[in-house]
Nanobody, 114 residues
Framework: QVQLVESGGGLVQAGGSLRLSCAVS????????MGWHRQAPGKQREWVAG???????SYAPSVKDRFTISRDNAKNTVYLQMNNLKSEDTAVYYC????????WGQGTQVTVSS
């Protein structure tokens, strides 16, 4: 059974940093596109960043130059390093396994206080 488990969320002051992790079990992630999405209260879920072997990393304009997505295939884990956090980054962050995997994690809360 494939599972994606996020961790690393929490409360941080504006300008601070957090690193989210997405540990995957039940499948080897090296051949799948992986990504992060987020959903703020009262808003639709939105794409944040993605990574795949063909095109590398890509980012939503709102987080470009502040967030970095990476993957450690040996640990079967995807990361999202978030720097210079802003109050508008407050949301539940979800890890997503793309392609035929089509699997979501349960989410981790990130709260940025101004």
């Amino acid at each position: 059974q494939v599972q994606l488990v996020e961790s690393g969320g929490g409360l941080v002051q504006a300008g601070g940093s957090l690193r989210l992790s997405c540990a995957v079990s039940g499948v080897t992630i090296s051949t799948y596109p992986m990504g992060w999405h987020r959903q703020a209260p009262g808003k639709q879920r939105e794409w944040v960043a993605g990574i795949n072997s063909a095109f590398g990393a890509s980012y939503a304009p709102s987080v470009k130059d502040r967030f970095t997505i990476s993957r450690d295939n040996a640990k079967n884990t995807v990361y999202l390093q978030m720097n210079n956090l802003k109050s508008e980054d407050t949301a539940v962050y979800y890890c997503y396994g793309g392609g035929p995997l089509s699997k979501w994690g349960q989410g981790t809360q990130v709260t940025v206080s101004s």
